[in-house]
Nanobody, 116 residues
Framework: EVQLVESGGGLVQPGGSLRLSCATS????????MSWVRQAPGKGLEWVAG????????EYQHSVKGRFIIYTDNADNTLYLQMNSLKTEDTAVYYC?????????RGQGTQVTVSS
């Protein structure tokens, strides 16, 4: 059974940084596609970034490119999202997903709030 557990969210001021983690189990992480998606209050799910865990190929949504970094620790079966220069519009529940495009199994989510 695929299991994904996110952590690392919290309250941060604009311009600050956070690192989200997604602990995984139940599949071969090192040869999988993974992604982060988010859902802001009152809005639908939005794809943020995707990675191929075998080749480390990455893609980013335009609004986070240059600020967010998606990466994996294949030895620990963990997905990360390093978020820098955070903006108020980044406030959302962030989910990791077991696919490149955000579909498929997702975790329970972790809240990120960017506010002064």
């Amino acid at each position: 059974e695929v299991q994904l557990v996110e952590s690392g969210g919290g309250l941060v001021q604009p311009g600050g940084s956070l690192r989200l983690s997604c602990a995984t189990s139940g599949f071969t992480f090192s040869s999988s596609h993974m992604s982060w998606v988010r859902q802001a209050p009152g809005k639908g799910l939005e794809w943020v970034a995707g990675i191929n865990s075998a080749t480390f190929y990455t893609e980013y949504q335009h609004s986070v490119k240059g600020r967010f970094i998606i990466y994996t620790d294949n030895a620990d079966n963990t997905l990360y999202l390093q978020m820098n220069s955070l903006k108020t519009e980044d406030t959302a529940v962030y989910y990791c997903a077991s696919s490149f495009d955000g579909s498929g199994t997702r975790g329970q989510g972790t809240q990120v709030t960017v506010s002064s």
